[in-house]
């Protein structure tokens, strides 16, 4: 069973490149500002999970500079079980206001995306 998730995952990751969608075009300081809005964000992740390309793709689409976490790595797998309360990907860490939000599932994580800089 992993050598077939393994290849599915590799399959997506090529289609992902080949048909990745294309950047929205902002004007140099709208960019700048949507750039520093992002900076509170964080995209815990796998990189050939389906759901996480499906927000990867949004992202790219939108032109957002969101941090990518590798929640395979160990000291992330801890952060996010011990502070999101789940091992699950995608998984959106918002940081506003001095406190911590975790958003899961990849709907809901696009649909927060095109609601705040859409």
Not at 4 to 18: E, K, Y
Not at 48 to 77: G, S, T
Request: hydrophobic share 40%.
């Amino acid at each position: 069973m992993f050598i077939v998730r393994w290849i599915l995952g590799r399959i997506i990751l090529l289609l992902n490149f080949v048909f990745a969608p294309k950047k929205r075009q902002r004007p140099q300081e709208q960019q700048a500002t949507v750039d520093q809005q992002t900076q509170s964000l964080a995209l815990y992740q796998y990189a050939a999970c389906p759901f996480c390309v499906k927000v990867r793709r949004e992202m790219r689409r939108q032109n957002l500079n969101i941090n990518l976490v590798d929640a395979k790595e160990e000291q992330h797998k801890s952060v996010l079980t011990s502070q999101g309360g789940k091992l699950q990907v995608p998984c959106l860490r918002i940081e506003q206001d001095g406190k911590t939000q975790w958003l899961y599932e990849s709907k809901a994580i696009t649909s927060y995306l095109n609601e705040r800089f859409a």
